[in-house]
């Protein structure tokens, strides 16, 4: 059965659209037109514009477009959408956004202790962890997911907390939490090890573990997150399987599968750029690192002389 029996307003989300402009037209405003207003400003760059832009239109793809439909009747979209909304759109914001912007957005009170306090990046690590954990919990998901305001609070609360986990490799302000040189490596792999246990779960059940992905009254409820009532009153549904002839177990292990490639991916391509800025660095000062190591050497001769 198509999807487009859902109309247009469940398929492409026109609010959500106009918000996405909003938000694009808002940035280049401040940016550009209105830079002249914050301290410490500079030209924005090509590679911050892209940055910004490709995580807004990222950003409406997974939670505005026909994307957004078909991640409520397939697992494996959804785990697309999550993969892409935690591990990719967040980077491309914190690069996206200037310095200057993200210092006054930080001069706010509440939202500077909100930063410093949850991303130190032993506490930014094990709360996404826990969060992505928690929200894959069979009971869990089945009950937000039939709950519009319960989805789109822990959503963006897990959006957050994605945000606070990426902070410490990417922000580039002083004073901030960081994760220096080659501990950006442990960090990240840490990361990646610590949600690989709900997608082992997810990977290896032998049976479907969700509800709103199964056939019956949760499905239908579910697909109220995305559909008018209205207008799933006027169709007569029975389950998932009316879109896909996949089974629902197979679907389910290819979600498993999916997130887990999206993030080893995406956290590869961010070690390859941490090792490059190491040996960028190292480079660049390997005549200090020399000097530095003949002056240790000559200080030891001296002092067991």
């Not at 979209?77 to 759109?89: F, K, P, T």
């Not at 928690?134 to 089945?142: Q, V």
């Amino acid at each position: 059965m198509p999807l487009n029996i859902f109309g247009f307003q469940a398929l492409w989300s026109p609010l959500f659209i106009i918000f996405t402009l909003v938000i694009i037209a808002l940035y280049f405003f401040i940016t550009v037109k209105n830079r002249h207003r914050f301290e410490g400003n500079e030209p924005l760059t090509k590679k911050q514009a892209s940055a910004f832009v490709i995580a807004i239109l990222l950003l409406y793809a997974v939670k505005g477009s026909p994307a957004d439909l078909l991640g409520h009747i397939l697992f494996s979209v959804h785990m697309v959408q999550m993969a892409i909304l935690l591990m990719l759109i967040p980077p491309l914001l914190i690069a996206g956004i200037p310095i200057w912007v993200w210092r006054k957005f930080l001069s706010y009170s509440v939202i500077k202790f909100s930063f410093r306090y949850f991303t130190k990046p032993i506490l930014a690590l094990v709360v996404f962890s826990g969060l992505f954990s928690i929200y894959h919990i069979p009971l869990i998901l089945d009950f937000i997911k039939q709950n519009e305001w319960y989805h789109s609070l822990f959503t963006l609360i897990l959006f957050i907390s994605s945000i606070f986990l990426w902070w410490p490799i990417m922000n580039k302000l002083s004073g901030e939490h960081k994760v220096q040189g080659l501990s950006k490596v442990g960090y990240i792999i840490g990361s990646a090890v610590l949600i690989t246990p709900a997608c082992a779960l997810i990977i290896f059940a032998d049976q479907p573990m969700y509800e709103t992905y199964t056939s019956g009254a949760a499905w239908v409820k579910s697909m109220e997150l995305c559909v008018p009532s209205s207008k799933l009153a006027t169709l007569s549904l029975s389950g998932p399987e009316m879109f896909t002839s996949m089974p629902t177990i197979e679907d389910q292990q290819l979600g498993g599968v999916i997130m887990k490639i999206i993030q080893e991916v995406i956290y590869g391509v961010i070690l390859a750029m941490v090792f490059f800025e190491w040996y960028k660095s190292e480079q660049e000062n390997a005549d200090e690192i020399t000097n530095q190591a003949l002056r240790d050497r000559q200080a030891y001769v001296v002092a067991n002389k």
